[in-house]
């Protein structure tokens, strides 16, 4: 009777693990849709009551125009928005990197000179206290009128969100973990790459999505200094102009660019830190 009992139990309990997986299965597929699916919900949401709201209270198009009319923008305009949008894109991705390097680079040698982190890290807080459009007509002054300015300004705004987060991360390891690289007799080096560099990886990256979101910021503040393409410019010259529907296509198709951007960050987190990603879940 006894092993009858075993291998009921035991069959039961595989049922139960099955049942226990689906529901855990259906439950993940679940919030995945619904990651998916609510942001789509809130924008259409969003642009019912913009409609709404400029029908309702009949709002002249010059000061805010109707959705319907942005997008008549959107695909009339198209070739003349992505002609505009390609600069940007080219000023704020190089800016991103360019920025991100820099602090990445100061980052580490602020973990192995401490002297020098008490040196330099004043005069970035000062820097990164200035504003962007007092910043950008000094770019202007000293690199001229292309796309230079736009870069350095944009890499300006990337540099310090990284700095901090990446030299907290460098030094923010366990103690036991470095006692343990030390009682396996690990080089300076060693304990950088294998403790130092994965522990600082989640920092780096919540400040990457922040850099590319503000890169796009950085290069569009840069072309309403002195630029006659770019979103920044075309931003300028529909404002003048007064053609909201314009203007407002036009920022339409900044913040996709700047969310599409983001994304790229995150698909990129993700895949890097899977182990991370799996913690946290």
């Not at 192995?112 to 004043?122: G, S």
């Not at 540099?159 to 343990?180: K, S, W, Y």
């Amino acid at each position: 009777m006894a092993n009858q009992a075993e291998p009921m139990t035991m069959a039961g309990a595989f049922v139960e693990d099955a049942e226990a997986q689906a529901r855990f299965l259906g439950r993940k597929r679940y919030l995945a849709w619904r990651r998916r699916l609510l942001p789509v919900i809130a924008v259409v949401l969003f642009l019912l009551a913009w409609w709404q709201a400029v029908e309702q209270f009949d709002i002249k198009p010059f000061i805010a125009p109707s959705p319907v009319a942005v997008a008549h923008v959107l695909i009339d305009r198209f070739d003349v928005l992505m002609a505009n949008l390609l600069p940007t894109a080219i000023e704020a991705v190089l800016g991103f990197l360019l920025g991100n390097f820099a602090a990445i680079s100061l980052a580490t040698a602020f973990v192995w000179r401490k002297t020098m982190e008490e040196a330099l890290f004043p005069i970035a807080v000062m820097v990164n206290t200035i504003p962007v459009v007092a910043k950008a007509p000094i770019l202007v002054l000293l690199l001229g009128n292309g796309m230079e300015p736009k870069i350095a300004i944009a890499a300006i705004i990337c540099f310090f969100p990284t700095l901090v987060n990446m030299t907290r991360g460098l030094r923010d390891v366990r103690p036991e973990q470095l006692e343990l690289m030390r009682i396996l007799s690990a080089t300076p080096r060693e304990v950088f790459l294998r403790i130092r560099v994965p522990n600082a990886l989640p920092y780096l990256f919540s400040a990457l999505k922040i850099a590319a979101s503000t890169a796009v910021i950085g290069a569009i503040v840069g072309e309403w200094i002195g630029s006659t393409k770019g979103i920044g410019a075309l931003i300028i010259q529909s404002t003048y102009n007064f053609d909201s529907p314009l203007l407002y296509a036009t920022i339409v198709v900044g913040s996709t660019f700047s969310a599409l951007f983001f994304g790229v960050v995150t698909f990129a987190e993700g895949r890097m830190l899977r182990w991370n990603v799996t913690h946290n879940a």
